[in-house]
């Protein structure tokens, strides 16, 4: 069934959005992680934080996303939000959030209006992490680091809040089945924490008041 935001006209969209997350989290938006914890990750989490990146193009809003590199430690090679830990310098989440998109793609936090938050998700890695959604309004210059980005991309959010495109995939760890969330999008497949946090988005937005 498709959001009403997508009727909206594209002036509309963004305080529509901002509406949603002002509500209180949906019951069915909390809990989508399942608490596995790669061996050596135990203990308590530790807060991060990435930006949910709603960039307003003429033709309808897309969602930027990143291909991490292959050769780092954690998530290798998997598509992701720009984001990371929170250092002591961070004042909010959204602060972390707004820096790290800009260390990792160049990101202006000027161009980047804060619409609120998502109800947090813990990974496999031990971090609980807070999506921070943003409002991006174009024209944006955007420069991925090397190290951290191996490729970055635009998706169409209708393309992704449509339940025709999230599937539920699972993977045999030994005799252990972890079912995750997964959203397929041409030669791109994201899956995993993104695209949980992507089901955390849909169920937020669809909540009813």
């Not at 033709?59 to 991490?68: C, I, K, S, V």
């Not at 000027?110 to 813990?122: K, N, Q, S």
């Not at 807070?130 to 991925?144: D, F």
């Not at 190290?147 to 339940?163: H, I, K, T």
Request: proline fraction near 11%; hydrophobic fraction near 40%; charge should be neutral.
């Amino acid at each position: 069934m498709s959001l009403p935001l997508f009727s909206l006209p594209l002036p509309d969209q963004k305080d529509w959005i901002a509406q949603r997350l002002a509500r209180p989290v949906p019951t069915d938006a909390r809990g989508l992680s399942d608490g596995f914890r790669l061996p050596g990750r135990e203990g308590p989490v530790r807060p991060a934080a990435v930006l949910v990146p709603m960039i307003n193009r003429p033709t309808g809003l897309t969602m930027l996303l990143t291909q991490r590199s292959a050769d780092l430690p954690d998530h290798p090679g998997q598509i992701c939000f720009p984001g990371g830990r929170m250092k002591p310098e961070d004042r909010s989440l959204a602060q972390a959030a707004l820096r790290e998109a800009t260390e990792e793609v160049g990101l202006s936090s000027e161009r980047v209006a804060i619409l609120g938050e998502l109800a947090p998700y813990e990974t496999v890695t031990g971090y609980r992490v807070t999506p921070v959604v943003g409002w991006i309004e174009p024209p944006i210059a955007l420069t991925p680091d090397p190290v951290e980005v191996a490729d970055m991309f635009e998706v169409p959010l209708s393309f992704l809040l449509d339940p025709l495109n999230q599937q539920k995939h699972y993977r045999m760890l030994g005799a252990m089945r972890r079912d995750f969330w997964a959203i397929p999008y041409r030669e791109r497949y994201i899956w995993g924490a993104t695209a949980a946090m992507l089901m955390i988005l849909d169920r937020t937005l669809r909540a009813a008041p």
